[in-house]
Every structure is written in structure tokens, then in C-alpha cells.
């Protein structure tokens, strides 16, 4: 049986978020959903709840360090000291290079990758104490470069360096650090991304789900399984690793 943590999880009110935390909650953690709007939060938590898990709704913009900090000293007080953390929050601000504005390539960065530090910075001291974390930030394919997506793409990447440091440095005090990156999901974000290019959201699936190995597109659950994993204890020996849930290998 395995013990049972406190765990985070960013941007958890709807998509992989949302799939995370009851993945998380189902293997017996207590776990706080944050998201930018707390009351957005109210289906995960009662979806657990009702599941009879623990569930906490925060509400957070993880790129303001008192919000942060305030956050996460509620987690401990409230859940018990976080041991487990996904950096899961992002938003997309996608044009073309030539259209991109400051405000557009600073959103994105801030949310992804200040806010992944900002969290990891917050939560790192109870890992560290109990000798015992799990770190999985969210990368993506995108992270190899896609049209449109100039600030997503390099913040995504930055993720990864982010990862492989955080493992360096916290792998003696029995702290994993590890990063997921899916293909196509089938989610909110990529429905808006069907909608900018003009496509509907069935087309735009039916197109994603052709150039994949494995002839369909991804699910919230796909990524949250590969998280759940990443996040036991059985994964002490995974660490630093970027992890590809795409449907087919990408180099």
C-alpha cells in the first residue's frame, strides 16, 4: 500500500488538470486543485469528494509569489505538507512571430515558467524535510517547434531544462523531477487552436488522428496515467526524464 501524500496540481479545474487530480486522488492522496479562478475548481473537488477522496480548491495566479507562497501555506495547514507537485497551469497566446506582441510573449512565459518556479521554489522545502517529492512539469511536442507557437514552443522547452535541473539539485533529498509532453489532446486549449485556424473541432481531430501512429488523438486520462505513474513511489528511480505521451515516438 502506497503512503498517502498531500499533492498540487496547477490549472486543475477542467482538461489534463482536472484528470490529474483525480488520478492522484484515486491512488489515495489528498489533493489541492489550484486554478486562477477558485470557484472553476468547484467540479474537481466535488468529482473527487463524491469519489471519497480529499479535495481542496485554491484559487492562484501562479506567476505572483505572495499568491503562491499564500497558496501553498493553505495546502500545508489545510491538506498536509505537499509532497507531490504538478506544474501543470499554462495558457496559449499563439500568432505568427511577425504578429506576436510583448504582452503575448510575456503572458505565456510568466504562466509556464515562472510559475513553474515559483510553485517548485514554494513546495520544494516540504519535499525536502520529508525526504520524499514528486516534481512532473508539463512540457509538450510543441517544445520541438510549431508554427504560431514561438512563445508556447520556447517556454515548453525552457520546462525541460527546468526539469533536469530540479532533479540534479533535489535528487539527494529522495525528490524525482520528470516532464511530461503530450501530442495532441483533445482538450479546451486545442479546441481553440481548431478554432483560430478556422476548422472545426471533429475536422481538426479526424486531420491530428491520421498522423498518428496509434490513429487517435490523446485524452486528459492518457497524460494523467502517465503522471499518476511518475508520481508513485514505484518511479523513485525516474528521474530528470522527458516523457513523450503522443501516440507515436517523436524524436
Known sequence: MSTQRTAIVTGAARGIGAATAKRLASAGHAVA??????????????????AGGRAL?????????????????????????????VNNAGITRDNLLFKMTEDDWDAVINVHLRGSFLMTRAVQGYMTSEKFGRIVNLSSSSAQGNRGQVNYSAAKAGLQGFTKTLAIELGKFGVTANAVAPGF???????????????????????????????RVGQPEDIAATIGFLCSEDAGFVSGQVIYVAGGPLD
Not at 33 to 50: G, H, K, R
Not at 57 to 69: C, L, P, S, T
Request: proline fraction near 3%; include cysteine.
Open 33 to 50: 486543485v489550484l486554478d486562477l479562478d477558485e470557484s472553476a475548481c468547484a467540479d474537481t473537488v466535488a468529482a473527487i469528494t463524491d
Open 57 to 85: 480548491a485554491v484559487g492562484v495566479d501562479v506567476a505572483d509569489a505572495a499568491q503562491v507562497e499564500a497558496a501553498v501555506q493553505r495546502v500545508a495547514d489545510e491538506l498536509g505538507s505537499p509532497t507531490i507537485l
Open 185 to 215: 489532446i483533445q482538450t479546451e486549449m486545442t479546441k481553440m487552436t481548431a478554432e483560430r485556424l478556422g476548422v472545426s473541432f471533429e475536422d481538426f481531430i479526424a486531420h491530428s488522428a491520421a498522423a498518428i501512429p496509434v490513429q
